[in-house]
């Protein structure tokens, strides 16, 4: 005889509550479209919840790549500075409250279900999509918990991105490629003409590319955001040896030197971003408490180093051509000796071949893998004769990530490395299987 189920949970005000997991299976089915862009229908439920004006400071992130990691040193300097931070990200790897943290913690279930619940009442007949509740419960249990500052990253793009509901108080833009065309355009300006829709007048903007579209300082321009303070000019980023240094600028304009910083998994221009930001929100932070909240810059599968079976194994959710050549200087930078091999998968909608090209050659064996689960992403056969096009070499296609990992593990020898990239959902069918001393 089948176990009955458990009963429902309560949550925080006592009322009876589904659990977590049924919530989140009801939210895939709610709405027709698993995206649809637009402000209208997400900021009336936010409306209606009083959501539309948080008293603390918003910090919104945008941008191709590096949104994650500005995010995350954010968060790790506010704390350390005393601040309670309400920092909203996406996807998650393993569990749905990777998205929703309070205090560098993730919100628990109860939260989040009471969230989910009174979203739903409110929302009446509109329709949402998963993101938007994601974004509304994430607003409301940062109000909830009082937060002192909010950190909200943008999911897609910024214009019609339900984070775009709330007035940012500092928007920051990381780099701007080519990702996500048939939603943001086709041209490098197009794209920069969506994320500059985060962009407020009389509020400051931070810009991490080194070399933004045209498009992208007309938009400014036009908005009236003020101050700019733009990467190689208002402040600036050195790299040498294992250690790079920053030039921001300070309070009162003052030019703010930053203590010698040792590189590690998070690119310099998106954490002096971050710095910059920080500033911006009026958090003076001493080079020593920088220096404390450092040891906590990590973001889970960017240029996370894991073993698997003993090997050393490179957890890295690129997945666009740009991000994918960031990854490629980085595995030079290690020095591995040995043979480098890639457990790799990707989205069908993804240039793929760009992405295969972007990695340089630096792969000894690639080894596709299909992900059966997910409807968009691209058949291993299909990348497999991709890569032999591009003259790579493929060793076996798996039907799986696991099944790629055990085979990679199997060629491997002392001193190799592998690999694991082309998406959130590749990073995330690997991260179970690696041993217990994953890390930075």
Excluded at 90 to 110: K, T, W, Y
Excluded at 122 to 137: D, N, P
Excluded at 224 to 230: D, F, I, K, S
Aim: glycine share 8%; charged share 25%.
């Amino acid at each position: 005889m089948q176990p009955s189920s458990p009963p429902p949970r309560c949550n925080r005000k006592g009322m009876s509550s589904d659990s977590l997991g049924r919530w989140l299976d009801r939210l895939n089915t709610l709405h027709p479209r698993e995206i649809e862009l637009g402000l209208d229908r997400v900021a009336a439920v936010a409306g209606a919840l009083d959501l539309l004006h948080p008293e603390p400071p918003v910090v919104t992130v945008a941008g191709t790549n590096g949104k994650g990691s500005t995010v995350a040193v954010l968060d790790a300097l506010l704390t350390e500075c005393g601040q309670l931070v309400g920092a909203y990200t996406s996807p998650h790897f393993l569990r749905f409250n990777e998205r929703i943290r309070v205090g560098g913690q993730e919100a628990p279930d109860a939260d989040i279900v009471a969230a989910f619940e009174e979203i739903d009442r409110a929302r009446g007949e509109t329709s949402l999509t998963y993101f938007e509740f994601a974004t509304l419960a994430a607003l409301l249990v940062f109000r909830d918990r009082n937060c002192d500052v909010l950190v909200l990253e943008v999911g897609l793009g910024g214009r019609l991105d339900a984070v775009n509901i709330i007035d940012t108080s500092v928007a920051v833009i990381t780099s701007i490629d080519l990702d996500h065309q048939d939603w943001l355009g086709e041209k490098r300006g197009e794209i920069a003409r969506e994320k500059a829709g985060i962009l407020r007048p009389g509020r400051p903007v931070v810009i991490a590319d080194p070399d933004p579209p045209g498009e992208l300082s007309a938009c400014v321009a036009a908005v009236g955001a003020t101050p700019v303070l733009r990467l190689g000019r208002e402040f600036a980023v050195e790299e040498t040896g294992d250690h790079w240094f920053g030039q921001l600028r300070g309070v009162d304009d003052a030019p703010r030197s930053l203590p010698a910083m040792e590189h590690g998994a998070l690119l310099p221009v998106n954490v002096c971003a971050a710095l910059q930001a920080a500033l911006l929100v009026g958090c003076n932070f001493s080079d020593r408490q920088l220096l404390r909240a450092a040891a906590r810059f990590a973001v889970p599968g960017r240029r996370q180093i894991a073993r698997f079976a003993g090997r050393e194994c490179i957890l890295d959710v690129a997945h666009n051509p740009a991000s994918v050549l960031k990854l490629h200087e980085y595995i030079d930078a290690r020095h591995c000796y040995g043979k480098k091999y890639a457990v790799f998968s990707a989205m069908a909608d993804k240039d793929i071949p760009a992405m295969i090209r972007a990695a340089g050659g630096v792969f000894d064996a690639w080894f596709p893998a299909d992900l059966p689960a997910i409807s968009r992403a691209e058949s291993a056969d299909r990348i497999a004769a991709m890569l032999r096009q591009e003259g790579q070499t493929v060793d076996s296609v798996s039907g799986s990530v696991g099944e790629a990992l055990e085979r990679a593990r199997s060629a491997m020898q002392e001193g190799d490395q592998m690999v694991v990239f082309g998406s959130f959902f590749t990073v995330a069918a690997a991260m179970p299987q690696m041993n217990g001393d994953a890390g930075q």
